[in-house]
Nanobody, 123 residues
Framework: QVQLVESGGNSVQAGGSLRLSCATSGYTFSNRCMGWFRQAPGKKREGVAAVRSDGSTTYANSVKGRFTISKDNAKNTLYLQVNSLKPEDTAMYYC?????????????????WGQGTQVTVSS
């Protein structure tokens, strides 16, 4: 059974930083796409960052230069370093793992999802 568990969300002031983590189990982590998505109240879920099996990455234009996705294959953990946070970054952040038939973004299809971790940025 595939499980994705996010952590690291918090309430911060604008300009602050957080490190989001996604611990995975039941999944071959190293050779799959992994990604971060977010969903703000009343808005559609959107892709934020993705890392493919070859290590290449994709970022949404709104977070380029501020967010960094990385993964530790030995720990089966995905990370998202979020810097220079803005109020518009406020959302529930979801970790996603690649699989057939899933949502397409950043050159991958995402089938498995975590429950999310909340990031709230105040001005």
């Amino acid at each position: 059974q595939v499980q994705l568990v996010e952590s690291g969300g918090n309430s911060v002031q604008a300009g602050g930083s957080l490190r989001l983590s996604c611990a995975t189990s039941g999944y071959t982590f190293s050779n799959r796409c992994m990604g971060w998505f977010r969903q703000a109240p009343g808005k559609k879920r959107e892709g934020v960052a993705a890392v493919r099996s070859d290590g290449s990455t994709t970022y949404a234009n709104s977070v380029k230069g501020r967010f960094t996705i990385s993964k530790d294959n030995a720990k089966n953990t995905l990370y998202l370093q979020v810097n220079s946070l803005k109020p518009e970054d406020t959302a529930m952040y979801y970790c996603a793992a690649g699989g057939p038939g899933g949502i397409l973004w950043g050159g991958c299809a995402y089938y498995y999802w975590g429950q999310g971790t909340q990031v709230t940025v105040s001005s």
